[in-house]
């Protein structure tokens, strides 16, 4: 299995500043042959199922305020929030769909410092 | 817009099976490929299975004795089976769309207890 790791586990920013999630793949997620990186964020808020972020490790869906911004190659990504906003406190996931069985990283707390 | 609902037993007798259906609305269900995740009470996220449009699935290793996923293009549904469940396998089960999961359904909480 692919292992995601993810750090920090928790973390504190004031409102306004910038948020950096990291994720550490234990190999590879990269498909040559149309060159992607297979890595999903994913942000939880209580009560709520995880909703899609960042998609390609990079590409973020639609609808997702362009504060949210995904990076990354080869086994490192980095989920990055450029301006912290209230309704950002959440647990963020990262997953890699390179492949079976796909897989999650422990997730990350995020909240208002 | 697509919308996923589990539905099916909140409570399960140890040794039991747990059976959960995904009804899919707002798009074809032959279309794409569609999965099951779990989420223990206060825990992180854990792939369980998916099936594809062909019909083919696959399964996490860890739980692949015992889980079997199954769909119903008649009824726009697809289905989990998990057998001889433990209080381990207490969570909220949720169904979601592709392999990067790009739509979810409000999840369900199964819990295993007699």
């Known amino acids: 299995d692919i292992v995601l790791t993810q750090s920090p586990d928790s973390l504190a920013v004031p409102l306004g500043e910038r948020a950096t999630i990291n994720c550490k793949s234990s190999q590879m997620v990269l498909d040559s042959s149309n060159n992607r990186e297979y890595l999903t964020w994913y942000q939880q808020k209580p009560g709520q199922p995880p909703k899609l972020l960042i998609y390609?490790?990079?590409t973020r869906e639609s609808g997702v305020p362009d504060r949210f911004s995904g990076s990354g190659s080869g086994t490192d990504f980095t989920l990055t929030i450029s301006s912290l906003q209230a309704e950002d406190v959440a647990v963020y996931y990262c997953?890699?769909?390179?492949?079976?069985?796909?897989?999650f990283g422990q997730g990350t707390k995020l909240e208002i410092k | 817009q697509v919308q996923l609902q589990e539905s099916g037993p909140r409570l399960v007798k140890p040794s039991e099976t747990l059976s959960l259906t995904c009804t899919v609305s707002?798009?074809?269900?032959?279309?794409?490929?569609w999965s099951w995740i779990r989420q223990p009470p206060g825990k992180g996220l854990e792939y369980i299975g998916s099936?594809?449009?062909?019909?083919?699935?696959s399964y996490n290793p860890s739980l692949k004795s015992r889980v079997t996923i199954s769909v119903d293009t008649s009824k726009n549904q697809f289905s989990l089976k998990l057998t001889s469940v433990t209080a381990a396998d207490t969570a909220v089960y949720y169904c979601?769309?592709?392999?990067?999961?790009?739509?979810w359904g409000q999840g369900t909480l199964v819990t295993v207890s007699s």
């Open positions: 099936i594809y449009n062909n019909g083919a699935t």
């Open positions: 707002g798009g074809s269900i032959s279309t794409y490929y």
């Open positions: 997953q890699q769909y390179y492949g079976t069985p796909f897989t």
């Open positions: 390609w490790a990079s």
């Open positions: 979601a769309r592709r392999m990067l999961f790009d739509r």
